[in-house]
């Protein structure tokens, strides 16, 4: 059963900062693994999806990279902003199963 | 193109009613899922539908049900709430081939339905 886990469970960071959030899963056969940002009271909204046969994503100041054989995928966030603060949270599927989130970071840019 | 619709925003209910909250997925998407996200257990998986066909499950209580109509839309049901039940309930659609239902496709989630039972 795929698990997913998440830490920092938060993080506070001065604006401007370079930042890396943490996913890791049970599972290394996934098909692939998305992040996604929650907004306060929010849906989700999908920053970047690696599939299975990727390393690493990249969208503006997002990289995302994922190693399956250590079951970790880590977000990197450049130059962070106040407008970042949302909770982060990163999902894995394997196989024909739903997706399986974890927990998420909530994320603090202070000015 | 709009995205995922959920309705209604809000809902209050009380103990022991049951409440049906909607979702329109993205034109041309046919697959749509259910989540509950609650502060204690985070999002977890309810229900999947591809066709007007559940083929995904979880692990939730028969009080909870749904259904998809052959223009995608989707709906969700929950009898005699308890007061467990207060979450959010999002809706993703995906573009989803007939077979391998999760590769390689990204879920779109609507705002979702703040859910409070008294």
Redesign the interface.
């Known amino acids: 059963k795929q698990e997913v886990t998440q830490i920092p469970a938060a993080l506070s960071v001065p604006e401007g900062e370079n930042l890396v959030l943490n996913c890791s899963f049970t599972d290394s056969a996934i098909y692939n693994l998305q992040w996604f940002r929650q907004d306060p009271g929010k849906g989700l909204t999908s920053l970047l999806l690696i599939q299975s046969s990727q390393r690493e994503q990249t969208s503006g100041r997002l990289n995302a990279s994922l190693d399956k054989s250590s079951g970790r995928s880590t977000l990197y966030i450049a130059a962070s902003q106040p407008g970042d603060s949302a909770t982060y949270l990163c999902a894995a599927n394997s196989g024909n199963t739903p997706l399986v989130f974890g927990k998420g970071t909530r994320l603090s840019v202070i000015a | 193109k709009a995205g995922?619709t959920?309705t209604p925003r809000y809902l209050i209910k009380t103990r022991g009613q049951q409440v049906t909250l909607s979702c329109s997925p993205i034109s041309g998407h046919r697959s749509v899922?259910w989540?509950q996200q609650t502060p204690g257990q985070?999002?977890q998986?309810l229900f999947?539908y591809f066709s007007e066909t559940q083929r995904?499950k979880?692990n939730f209580p028969g009080r909870f049900s749904g259904r998809q109509f052959s223009n995608s839309r989707s709906e969700m049901n929950v009898s005699t709430l308890e007061l467990g039940d207060s979450a959010?309930y999002?809706c993703?659609s995906s573009l989803q081939g007939a077979e391998?239902?999760?590769?390689?496709n990204?879920?779109?989630?609507?705002?979702?339905t703040?859910l409070s039972v008294l």
């Open positions: 995922v959920q899922s989540y985070g999002l998986f999947e995904n979880g959010l999002l993703a391998s239902i999760w590769d390689k990204i879920q779109y989630f609507g705002a979702g703040r």
